[in-house]
């Protein structure tokens, strides 16, 4: 495997689990000291102990990403253990789906807080770690449903779309500073994140190809790698979501249609998941 980021320290959030699991055995793979942030350090812990026995260089640092405080020692941490920052990936997600009126307010401001707020602090905490490198990569995971407003995951669409607005602005600010800012914006990922919410996920979104954990990963490294604005997955329905948005009159022709079919395929999840509880 090449060695991209060899000689890199990289930062991940969300790290336990998931895409930034997959995002951080990438990176060690590819020669990159990784940092896994995450609020628990027991799974956080024992991501970095498999990737340390894999033969890479890996280090937990449990932190919850809305405290700013925490995030700034975090980095200044990183920077101690490691020798600096030239990645930071912002993974770390949070939903409460259903409908708005049924959701607890401060339930609905933590999907703000962690999706949005957090990665825009984290950001600009770290951009001072790695102008001292010379350059570096910021990588923010975001949603085709901040590509076009999905029902029942309102404020989720909402956090999202703001990421890659915040995203695509800071990408213009900091032109020619060495620094790049990229969004990989997934569709549904089969991992507990989805799945394990499988009644409340709109029926509209397993309409949709499901992708791994892996197959986002490579995304973020590719971008990291290049700078590359967005990559998204799966390209066949990033696009329809994008003529689904310029085109509000497409949508509604096609969601009825989209909900009947993903209605038949969170079936087969729900029966799959029956069998595994057997």
Request: hydrophobic letters at 45%.
């Amino acid at each position: 495997m090449a060695e991209r980021f060899a000689g890199k320290v990289a930062v991940v959030t969300g790290a336990s689990a998931g895409i930034g699991s997959a995002v951080a055995r990438r990176l060690a793979a590819e020669g990159a000291r990784v940092a896994l942030v995450a609020r628990s350090a027991e799974p956080l812990e024992w991501v970095a102990g498999e990737i340390r026995g894999a033969g890479g260089i890996a280090g937990a640092f449990p932190a919850d990403v809305r405290d700013h405080a925490a995030c700034a020692a975090l980095l200044a941490h990183v920077e101690r253990e490691f020798g600096g920052i030239d990645v930071l990936v912002n993974n770390a997600g949070a939903n409460h789906r259903g409908p708005v009126e049924e959701q607890d307010p401060a339930a609905l401001a933590q999907i703000v807080d962690v999706n949005l707020t957090a990665p825009i602090v984290l950001t600009r905490l770290a951009l001072p770690f790695l102008r001292r490198r010379g350059g570096g990569a910021i990588v923010n995971v975001a949603s085709i449903a901040g590509q076009i407003p999905v029902a029942h995951e309102a404020t989720y669409s909402a956090s999202k779309s703001g990421l890659r607005a915040f995203t695509f602005a800071l990408r213009e600010e900091l032109e020619g500073s060495g620094i790049t800012v990229s969004a990989v914006s997934p569709g549904p990922v089969d991992t507990g994140f989805l799945m394990g919410d499988l009644e409340h996920v709109p029926d509209l979104v397993f309409a949709n190809p499901m992708s791994t954990s892996d197959e986002v990963a490579a995304l973020v490294l590719d971008s990291a790698a290049d700078g590359a604005a967005e990559r998204t997955i799966p390209v066949l329905t990033g696009y329809m979501a994008r003529v689904g948005s310029a085109l509000p009159v497409v949508k509604r022709a096609l969601v009825p249609f989209l909900e009947e079919r993903g209605r038949s395929v969170k079936e087969q999840y729900r029966a799959r998941q029956r069998a595994t509880d057997r």
